[in-house]
């Protein structure tokens, strides 16, 4: 078994692309899940609308890379207006059954035959990135540094979207920091325990819910952002439920309500996800494993990583970064 | 105990505030919706239905400024339907109400509570997953760090905050909560909730305070203190409308009660006397209850009660109950509860 190879990817993946846009997509869905108790199950949308808005803009609209950016930005706070406005005044489970099917009309918009000339259907958009590498300060070439004998380093374009996507979620986390120590993350924090008594406290709840669901959605949608750039693509389908679910795991995985909890819980995940499937790879490969072949080990990882999920909850529910007397209180109530 | 203390440090500002208020109600007649000198808050015909039951039909009702005004009346009163009305948690299908003379029909509640007009909550809503201090420091009004913009900039808010802080830790101080200022309020006791409760109400800075049930769920120890506090709020100069199961209490503290019934207000008057007024007994009990009875009717209850006695000493000394047995109307009627 090639062990270099294992250990290499796995350290490359807890800094990886996916890595930075689960993040950046669960730092995102923390101020709205987290901290406020929104049951957002539309994050991908977000995403979705950040990425279409870039791509479609760019390579459609033959318009400059930065006004692709502001495209996307404004989609995604119109996205979060239109959901918010019908469903913040009715109960929480309104929200989780509007949004996650607001964000399945988003995708199916994405991917309709009708609109192929400008979303492209469901191969996507592509060749919108060049914008955004024309600023690539890294002269072409390997960076990184050898680990002893194990080799861990990026491209210069991968490299780029790294630190990007790096200085983001520094900045996102940094934002989430001071807003959650401030009055207005208290209000939050207290929406998400009971709305009528912060009524009856003489805070406006539908605003903060909206101002919050804004806050997460355009964090979110510079995830959207760094998929399209990172691959130089965007499909239709990478926005679909299941990646608002894994970033769920990811945030509950690294703690929710805590500000590097969603940074923590994305590096794990992608972490156990690469060393499972290499190992089991490598392992199948070298006729280790005789009950698999290499086309199921692809299933097989998600089946473990769920396992280890599992384990994880029922064994430390608050999460990595979790406060165990929380989730006491939890129980009681 | 609490009444010793509040009396050593507010001098005789209490018997002149009780005195006042009760002054006021001295000469008013007992009726329904009788005007008050100085009314805080005035209702006319607010009504609430939900399909064809008609939960509130107020036609008229004013609160005396300064008092400690009761609300009282049998299960499925409407009392707490009309509390929501009036504070913005529900909405009333017709009626006008004013506030210290502002209309108020329609206003939404955080609008409410910035008026002035705070409530509180039967099952006490203690933001179980902020600390202590943290649900204090909520309840207070205009805060700079409360806008988006600011609260990223904390040198915005802090002497704000340390303000904030300091007049919240007084309050805890006050309600003795002050050891518990760091813990998670979710990890509080029922009646410790109620306390919290009520001092971050104080927080809003309200001048008529709405307590729905404050001593429901509340052991007795704490029942002394907690009727301490709402004798402090009309020494403090805020006007209390409660609403309460716990005829004692109502007796103990409150200067006027308002009773209503099947969703309407039926009697008014001071609470040394409500519970003999006729209106009252017959809406507790039910009407003709003690209408005369004939003397064939008398003779059966008189037979039917013998008969319920012996069958009562046959089974007394006959068999010994199973032990399961004997608590179990007990909890059936806690249940009722």
Redesign the interface.
């Known amino acids: 078994m090639d062990w270099i190879t294992i250990i290499s990817t796995t350290i490359k993946a807890a800094v990886g692309v996916e890595t930075v846009l689960y993040a950046i997509g669960a730092i995102g869905l923390n101020v709205h899940f987290g901290y406020t108790g929104l049951l957002n199950f539309g994050q991908a949308a977000f995403m979705g609308v950040a990425g279409y808005g870039l791509a479609v803009t760019v390579t459609v609209m033959g318009l400059p890379f930065w006004v692709g950016i502001f495209v996307g930005l404004v989609a995604a706070v119109i996205l979060a207006i239109l959901l918010g406005i019908p469903t913040l005044k009715l109960r929480a489970d309104y929200l989780a059954i509007v949004t996650i099917a607001a964000a399945e009309i988003v995708r199916l918009i994405f991917r309709s035959v009708q609109f192929k000339s400008v979303f492209g259907g469901s191969d996507g958009q592509r060749g919108f990135s060049d914008g955004f590498y024309a600023l690539n300060p890294y002269p072409e070439g390997e960076y990184g540094f050898n680990l002893g004998p194990v080799p861990l380093l990026f491209g210069h374009r991968t490299m780029w979207v790294l630190t990007v996507g790096w200085i983001l979620i520094a900045l996102f986390s940094f934002?989430v920091y001071?807003?959650m120590?401030?009055?207005?993350?208290?209000?939050l924090?207290?929406i998400?325990?009971?709305e009528?008594?912060?009524?009856?406290?003489?805070?406006?709840?539908f605003s903060y819910k909206m101002?919050a669901l804004v806050?997460g959605g355009v964090i979110g949608c510079f995830g959207g952002f760094i998929y399209g750039l990172g691959y130089a693509s965007v499909q239709p389908d990478v926005f679909g439920t299941e990646t608002t679910f894994y970033m769920y795991t990811m945030l509950i995985l690294g703690g929710a309500a805590r500000v590097l909890g969603p940074v923590l819980g994305s590096m794990i995940f992608w972490v156990l996800l690469v060393l499972f499937y290499n190992v089991m790879t490598e392992a199948v490969g070298a006729g280790l494993i005789t009950f698999l072949d290499t086309n199921q080990v692809g299933a097989m990882r998600w089946i473990l990583v769920g396992l280890g999920l599992i384990l994880l909850l029922i064994f430390r529910p608050q999460g990595i970064l979790g406060d165990k007397?929380?989730i006491a209180?939890?129980a009681?109530? | 105990m609490h009444d010793a203390e509040t009396t050593a440090t507010t001098g005789g500002g209490i018997a002149d505030r009780k005195a006042a208020a009760l002054n006021a109600f001295k000469d008013l007649a007992r009726d329904p919706g009788v005007p008050k000198p100085d009314p805080i808050l005035v209702v006319d015909n607010v009504v609430r239905r939900f399909g064809g039951l008609t939960a509130v039909e107020v036609n008229h009702v004013e609160v005396q400024r300064g008092s400690i005004t009761a609300l009282i009346g049998p299960n499925g009163a409407g009392k707490t339907t009309f509390f929501n009305q009036l504070?913005?948690?529900d909405t009333a299908d017709s009626g006008t109400w004013t506030f210290n003379g502002r209309p108020m029909n329609g206003v939404?509640?955080?609008?409410v509570?910035?008026a002035g007009m705070?409530?509180?909550?039967q099952l006490t809503?203690?933001?179980?997953?902020?600390t202590v201090l943290?649900?204090m420091?909520?309840?207070a009004?205009q805060?700079?760090?409360?806008?988006?913009w600011r609260?990223?900039i904390?040198s915005f808010?802090r002497d704000q905050?340390e303000e904030i802080t300091q007049r919240a830790e007084e309050l805890l101080v006050r309600f003795k909560l002050d050891a518990k200022r760091d813990d998670?309020a979710?990890?509080l006791s029922g009646g410790q909730r109620k306390l919290l409760?009520m001092a971050?109400?104080l927080?809003?800075g309200p001048e008529l305070v709405m307590l729905d049930e404050p001593m429901a769920g509340v052991n007795p120890a704490l029942t002394q203190s907690l009727l301490g506090h709402v004798k402090d709020l009309r020494e403090q100069g805020m006007t209390v409308l409660f609403v309460e199961h716990d005829m004692d209490m109502v007796r103990d503290i409150s200067d006027w009660v308002i009773v209503m019934a099947q969703g309407a207000v039926i009697a008014e008057g001071p609470p040394s006397t409500i519970m003999s007024d006729e209106r009252v007994i017959d809406a507790y009990l039910g009407a003709h209850h003690d209408a005369p009875l004939s003397e064939s009717e008398l003779e059966a209850q008189l037979q039917e009660a013998e008969a319920a006695l012996e069958a009562e000493i046959h089974e007394t000394e006959g068999t010994t109950p199973a032990p399961g047995s004997a608590p179990e109307p007990e909890t059936a009627e806690e249940r009722q509860k």
């Open positions: 934002v001071l807003l120590k401030s009055p207005w993350g208290r209000v924090k207290a998400r325990e009971d009528d008594a912060v009524r009856s406290l003489g805070k406006s709840v101002q806050l007397r929380e209180i939890d009681r109530r | 504070t913005g948690f939404p509640a955080h609008k509570a910035r705070v409530r509180t909550f809503k203690a933001l179980s997953r902020l943290e649900n420091r909520l309840g009004q805060q700079k760090g409360e806008n988006f609260a990223l904390p808010w905050e998670f979710g990890s409760e971050r109400a927080m809003v």
